[in-house]
């Protein structure tokens, strides 16, 4: 069984140097030019200075309406006694018009007097009064735009008007990705078979060759086979000024690769430390760079974002643009081996006037985290991590205009929370950040007043009602707001036409029925909990009782895809995916609201949001939702 | 003769509200959406959420490198009393793999003994142990993406794992141009007639709705007669969702737009009290959106960035990306009339940790004050205007990074200095902003420091030598640094076989001959006083002495171009022109250089650059020149 070659574990700034060390001896900065025209030249960089080939103007023009005429002609004329031009001793000009060659003076039309087809001058003329020069916007031969210069719209204007036709571009550079994997398809559908992937990566890395001013070259998937993958290398190489081989998802596969380029090309490193992306590879082949990228998305995009980036701008004569950076405070504890630059993407809000950052969930599998992230937070190599509440420095992903314009709600999930924040971005462009806790990591994120609102369905045992008694508890000092968002079914989440006939909570008792619980302090479970002790179940009789998601959506697709038979979750997640469903309960889904921790104007955006017909009617499309007391204020506390 | 119907002077903000409650009545801003494939969707806006139609996972997988197994088929393994597996009871996976249905837990790889086909457990195994969830990046139905939202890498790469096929995204609005004017063509050639403008707005603002993400459909030119504007009208209404009709650059040409859409729609605002841009016209037609546009590129530039610019944004779902704003020091006095928002756009740099701002040269039609562009300032309505030494607030058109990478030169022009200027962009991404005032603008420049270096050549009189005596004059409490850059020939450019049989300055006492001469304080202007008075003749009796230019290759132009025969400038401009050249003297271009201004790694690379090869050989291809003590330093003052 041929397990992982040697991998290193060499430093990021020790790599970065020897890489670009070796790519500057093999002259691969080296920028190459073609000729383009000016109608296709937008977005391109400059590869030498464009200078103009006409004038503009390319005439001498008048700088006032008026008349243009011989200044000698007007010689001695005053109000007493003027001066009369004949039709031919002058002519007329609107501001901008050329001024004919007998001519040498604009006399403004306000002084003049037109008598028949004569016109009376009453003050001489100096030579050339009133009239532009050539070239008063450009002169022939001046440097309009100096190389490594992006044409932009006024660029374009400009060289139109200076009679430039063509011009000396820089290349893009063309990036050839291939991706390999044995495990990869195109092209997926609904009813996939188990174990296969598909293909994103290339795309991913493709379109941010298009972001930084490179053109892709895709390769069809190749699978893991040495040879085969070597014929790609072979292939892409004469094409690519620089070659990416993407690894599939699963582990060791890289090296191939690794080995292949040591064949190939030289192998420069291999195994960085840093976290995500420790198996990259970096080299070079027939004098061109060579990227290994890891097969999970955010180590590919760490690593391309490392390597690449810098690589593709350099090769356009730029630098990439700067990353701007932001001090926020870690919200939660970010653990980090001491022996990796640990790269984590974040989520960022503002409140009260300070930046929190959230780190998403980790995992590089995770695309998601890629989509949501605000910025990047390096931990350094020799750190032990961040404790809540420290200091730390983002480079941020999103313009900070956005991230300002947000706000966040931590808590117990529930599909109107997702059409809420898609009625906020749409009417308000206000982001809402949604971090599934559960109920009780909702209370706790109040508590610390690091979230604006949450989302509460917490069953009081004694009561039998929902949310007061909890928010009460945990938040007597705080100002806060219960309100109604919407009353929801819960109940059994079952497969299609109940194939194994589960009726009530009892059958789960039954080893073979495989459940999926959610996680602790979730509403759910807590439900879960209270209807177990009332039907006298304990929880090790129940196969998957330790089996925890994080979403009622996450329970129902873990039903679809047959990996559990039943969950306890609200109706909408059992519609949304097609499944069936038992009932059990009605519950309460509140909204606890932190007020002064919003903006007046967010906060209106919010009820307004909460109490639109949009909403009511989305809600209602979706089913096993009750709207009647929606917006209701619950209890407020007022300290 | 017909001449302007009646514009008024609405103020901007006023101008805006009016403009923007009728769109809103003709319910314009309504957002159109079309499907798009995922293939196709990066840059676009989503009109709508889009769901996941697949978990990524869809299948529970192996969260270790190890063995599947059935968790019950462990139970009691100890070191003591280790389980042996049969080949059948397990199943070796990757990090990754998918579990078969008939296991339910992993067994990390360094816990497993293989003995031959089998496997020994020490440790029995906990059901659903090492097992990742289906869904664990992303739950079929998860809402992915909200509406209004733009489609980057990442969320390609998402919704490709998410089963995402298609989706509804916002249709890009389209904006079409039509251009007018009886003065336009399409393309001009190096000899093309007086009087005639290619045209060049319809395609900067083609670039601008590019760059905004709509798309511009251009009408071809229309010349200024009434019943083919119209007709354009007509034919690019019902294509289009925004109106845009751009008026040849001659005043008054506006009208018909005006007149026409009084007849044709709703004419909501014709003229506004802003500078440049005042015959802007504002209105509706079929419930369109109509803007007339001021010919002037820079009017054009501001009327259509001032109301198009929100308008695609708002029609995309979207804000305007904000533009930063940077506090400044008016290097210059900056007049304003009262009445109208005045618009000036400038040239920024840091010197001393101020940013400075220089107005462009003024002048609607000047394209290239767009190009040079860091900014743009507002002199509102109702206030006067600015004093030099003032502080302002400027709005970026230049990333901030751009504007902290530059040097500045003001003084006197040479061809050396763009190239100079080329190879610091080039080699360092290093811009040297470069303004002409003359060699004795220069001085004053370097005594305000508000420039780093300046360009000369004065000449004394007395001593017969070259800027020394000036620098210490002006400069007496600075430090600064004299410097070589080239030696030049100064003579008489003239027509190209010299027609009118110039010989020597003598000849410009010939009224016949016209003269371009240079500004006051340049240091040609300077040698040509001093070779006047050795040749005793008096300015008076040259024609176009007072016609001045502020350009060598401005006087070269004006000769080349026919508006005068001919002007002292160097051999270089002559050359770069095609014409021909009467030697007069060779004369020292010098640069005084201020290094306390400079950092000290762009003091290095100004002069790394000097001393270059490539500088030298490049100045040498132009020839009239002369580099034996480029670079060297003539005299220094070190207070």
Same mark, same amino acid.
């Given at each position: 069984?041929?397990?992982?070659?040697?991998?290193?574990?060499?430093?990021?700034? &020790?790599?970065?140097?020897?890489?670009?060390?070796?790519?500057?001896?093999?002259?691969?900065?080296?920028?190459?030019?073609?000729? !383009?025209?000016?109608?296709?030249?937008?977005?391109?960089?400059?590869?030498?200075?464009?200078?103009?080939?006409?004038?503009? *103007?390319?005439?001498?023009?008048?700088?006032?309406?008026?008349?243009?005429?011989?200044?000698? %002609?007007?010689?001695?004329?005053?109000?007493?006694?003027?001066?009369?031009? &004949?039709?031919?001793?002058?002519?007329?000009?609107?501001?901008?018009?050329?001024?004919?060659?007998?001519?040498?003076?604009?006399?403004?039309?306000?002084?003049?007097?037109?008598? @028949?087809?004569?016109?009376?001058?009453?003050?001489?003329?100096?030579?050339?009064?009133?009239?532009?020069?050539?070239?008063?916007?450009?002169?022939?031969?001046?440097? /309009?735009?100096?190389?490594?210069?992006?044409?932009?719209? +006024?660029?374009?204007?400009?060289?139109?008007?200076?009679?430039?036709?063509?011009?000396?571009?820089?290349?893009?550079?063309?990036?050839?990705?291939?991706?390999? #994997?044995?495990?990869?398809?195109?092209?997926?559908?609904?009813?996939?078979?188990?174990?296969?992937?598909?293909?994103?990566?290339?795309?991913? /890395?493709?379109?941010?060759?298009?972001?930084?001013?490179?053109?892709?070259?895709?390769?069809?998937?190749?699978?893991?086979?040495?040879?085969?993958?070597?014929?790609?290398?072979?292939?892409?190489?004469?094409?690519?000024?620089? !070659?990416?081989?993407?690894?599939?998802?699963?582990?060791?596969?890289?090296?191939?690769?690794?080995?292949?380029?040591?064949?190939?090309?030289? /192998?420069?490193?291999?195994?960085?430390?840093?976290?995500?992306? &420790?198996?990259?590879?970096?080299?070079?082949?027939?004098? $061109? *760079?060579?990227?290994?990228?890891?097969?999970?998305?955010?180590?590919?995009?760490?690593?391309?974002?490392?390597?690449?980036?810098? /690589?593709?701008?350099?090769?356009?004569?730029?630098?990439?643009?700067?990353?701007?950076?932001?001090?926020?405070?870690?919200?939660?504890?970010?653990?980090?081996?001491?022996?990796?630059?640990?790269?984590?993407?974040?989520?960022?809000?503002?409140?009260?006037?300070?930046?929190?950052?959230?780190?998403?969930?980790?995992?590089?599998?995770?695309?998601?985290?890629?989509?949501?992230?605000?910025?990047?937070?390096?931990?350094?190599?020799?750190?032990?991590?961040?404790?809540?509440?420290?200091?730390?420095?983002?480079?941020?992903?999103?313009?900070?205009?956005?991230?300002?314009?947000?706000?966040?709600?931590?808590?117990?999930?529930?599909?109107?929370?997702?059409?809420?924040?898609?009625?906020?971005? $749409?009417?308000?462009?206000?982001?809402?950040?949604? !971090?599934?806790?559960?109920?009780?990591?909702?209370?706790?994120?109040?508590?610390? $007043?690091?979230?604006?609102?949450?989302?509460?369905?917490?069953?009081?045992?004694?009561?039998?009602?929902? =949310?007061?008694?909890?928010?009460?508890?945990?938040?007597?000092?705080?100002?806060?707001?219960?309100? =109604?968002?919407?009353?929801?079914?819960?109940?059994?989440?079952?497969?299609? @036409?109940?194939?194994?006939?589960?009726?009530?909570?009892?059958?789960?008792?039954?080893?073979?029925?495989?459940?999926?619980?959610?996680?602790? #302090?979730?509403?759910?479970?807590?439900?879960?909990?209270?209807?177990?002790?009332?039907?006298?179940?304990?929880?090790?009789?129940?196969?998957? +009782?330790?089996?925890?998601?994080?979403?009622?959506?996450?329970?129902?697709?873990?039903?679809?895809?047959?990996?559990?038979?039943?969950?306890?979750?609200?109706? %909408?997640?059992?519609?949304?995916?097609?499944?069936?469903?038992? *009932?059990?309960?009605?519950?309460?889904?509140?909204?606890?609201?932190?007020?002064?921790?919003?903006?007046?104007? =967010?906060?209106?955006?919010?009820?307004?949001?909460?109490?639109?017909?949009?909403?009511?009617?989305?809600?209602?499309?979706?089913?096993?939702?009750?709207?009647?007391?929606?917006?209701?204020?619950?209890? %407020?506390?007022?300290?």
């Amino acid at each position: 069984m041929k397990r992982k070659i040697y991998i290193e574990n060499m430093p990021l700034e &020790k790599a970065t140097a020897l890489f670009e060390q070796r790519l500057e001896e093999a002259d691969c900065y080296h920028i190459k030019a073609e000729e !383009i025209t000016v109608s296709n030249s937008l977005g391109r960089i400059t590869a030498s200075p464009v200078y103009a080939r006409r004038s503009s *103007p390319h005439y001498i023009s008048s700088a006032m309406d008026g008349i243009a005429v011989k200044a000698s %002609s007007t010689a001695g004329a005053t109000e007493v006694n003027p001066v009369t031009l &004949k039709a031919d001793d002058f002519f007329e000009v609107d501001t901008g018009d050329y001024i004919p060659a007998q001519f040498d003076a604009v006399i403004m039309i306000e002084e003049v007097n037109f008598i @028949n087809e004569t016109a009376q001058i009453i003050k001489a003329a100096v030579p050339w009064q009133h009239i532009r020069s050539v070239g008063e916007d450009i002169v022939t031969y001046d440097m /309009l735009i100096p190389s490594f210069t992006r044409i932009g719209p +006024y660029e374009v204007a400009s060289l139109i008007t200076a009679g430039v036709n063509t011009l000396n571009a820089i290349k893009k550079p063309i990036v050839g990705i291939i991706p390999t #994997g044995t495990e990869l398809v195109d092209r997926g559908s609904e009813e996939m078979a188990p174990g296969l992937i598909v293909e994103s990566n290339s795309h991913m /890395l493709k379109a941010l060759c298009e972001e930084w001013g490179a053109v892709a070259l895709r390769h069809e998937i190749v699978i893991d086979d040495r040879e085969q993958i070597r014929r790609a290398i072979e292939e892409m190489t004469p094409q690519a000024d620089i !070659i990416i081989v993407c690894s599939g998802s699963s582990a060791g596969r890289e090296d191939y690769t690794a080995s292949l380029l040591e064949e190939m090309g030289e /192998l420069i490193v291999h195994g960085l430390a840093v976290r995500p992306g &420790k198996p990259a590879i970096l080299g070079l082949i027939e004098q $061109k *760079p060579f990227i290994g990228v890891p097969g999970y998305p955010v180590s590919a995009d760490l690593i391309f974002g490392l390597f690449a980036k810098p /690589l593709i701008y350099k090769m356009q004569g730029l630098l990439p643009p700067p990353m701007p950076e932001l001090e926020c405070n870690a919200a939660r504890k970010m653990p980090s081996p001491m022996g990796v630059d640990d790269f984590i993407n974040v989520s960022i809000v503002k409140i009260a006037e300070r930046y929190h950052c959230f780190p998403l969930v980790k995992g590089a599998g995770i695309t998601t985290s890629l989509v949501k992230s605000d910025g990047v937070l390096c931990i350094k190599r020799g750190m032990e991590g961040l404790q809540a509440g420290d200091n730390c420095i983002v480079t941020l992903r999103q313009p900070l205009n956005v991230i300002d314009e947000s706000i966040i709600t931590i808590g117990s999930h529930d599909l109107s929370i997702d059409i809420l924040a898609d009625i906020l971005q $749409k009417r308000y462009g206000l982001r809402l950040i949604s !971090i599934n806790a559960g109920s009780m990591g909702g209370i706790f994120s109040l508590r610390r $007043k690091e979230t604006h609102f949450a989302g509460l369905h917490l069953l009081d045992y004694e009561t039998g009602g929902y =949310n007061v008694s909890y928010v009460q508890k945990y938040l007597s000092g705080d100002n806060w707001l219960l309100i =109604n968002l919407v009353k929801r079914d819960q109940g059994l989440i079952i497969q299609k @036409n109940n194939p194994l006939n589960i009726s009530s909570l009892k059958d789960l008792k039954n080893p073979q029925i495989r459940y999926i619980n959610r996680q602790n #302090g979730s509403g759910t479970r807590i439900l879960l909990d209270y209807l177990l002790e009332k039907e006298d179940i304990r929880p090790q009789e129940i196969n998957g +009782y330790n089996r925890e998601e994080y979403t009622h959506l996450a329970v129902a697709a873990s039903i679809k895809n047959g990996a559990s038979d039943t969950g306890l979750g609200i109706y %909408s997640s059992a519609r949304a995916l097609n499944l069936d469903f038992i *009932p059990i309960t009605r519950e309460q889904y509140d909204l606890c609201i932190l007020p002064q921790l919003f903006s007046t104007v =967010n906060l209106e955006r919010l009820y307004t949001a909460i109490l639109s017909d949009e909403f009511k009617d989305r809600i209602m499309a979706i089913g096993g939702y009750n709207l009647d007391s929606t917006g209701q204020i619950i209890t %407020s506390n007022n300290i």
